[in-house]
């Protein structure tokens, strides 16, 4: 069974900065793909940043330079360092992971349960 656990989310000043944690555990063969969406309250959830194998990293504009994603392999964890932090930047932000459970079955996406991030002064 495979479980992602988010971490680092809470209160911060416009601004700010916050840095989250989404490490990935259990049966594990492959990650492909790790990412980070946000669901802001009575909006869809939408992608903001992703991680490929091959290093190759996408963001979404409205982070661009503001957020930067990075992945430790070793440790199948992924990071979202958040800078210049806005109140628009409030919702729960939740992770991904694109994975082979065991050789020789399918690529899933797995889901974490989600942390508050939540800008305001």
């Known amino acids: 069974q495979v479980q992602l656990v988010e971490s680092g989310g809470g209160l911060v000043q416009p601004g700010g900065s916050l840095r989250l944690s989404c490490a990935a555990s259990g049966s594990i063969f492959s990650i492909y793909v790790m990412a980070w969406y946000r669901q802001a309250p009575g909006k869809q959830r939408e992608l903001i940043a992703r991680i490929f194998t091959g290093g190759s990293i996408i963001y979404e504009d409205s982070v661009k330079g503001r957020f930067t994603i990075s992945r430790d392999s070793a440790r199948n964890t992924v990071y979202l360092q958040m800078g210049s932090l806005r109140p628009e930047d409030t919702a729960v932000y939740y992770c991904?992971?694109?994975?082979?459970?065991?050789?020789?079955?399918?690529?899933?996406?797995?889901w974490g349960q989600g942390t508050q991030v939540t800008v305001s002064s």
């Open positions: 991904s992971a694109d994975l082979r459970p065991r050789a020789g079955e399918s690529v899933g996406r797995y």
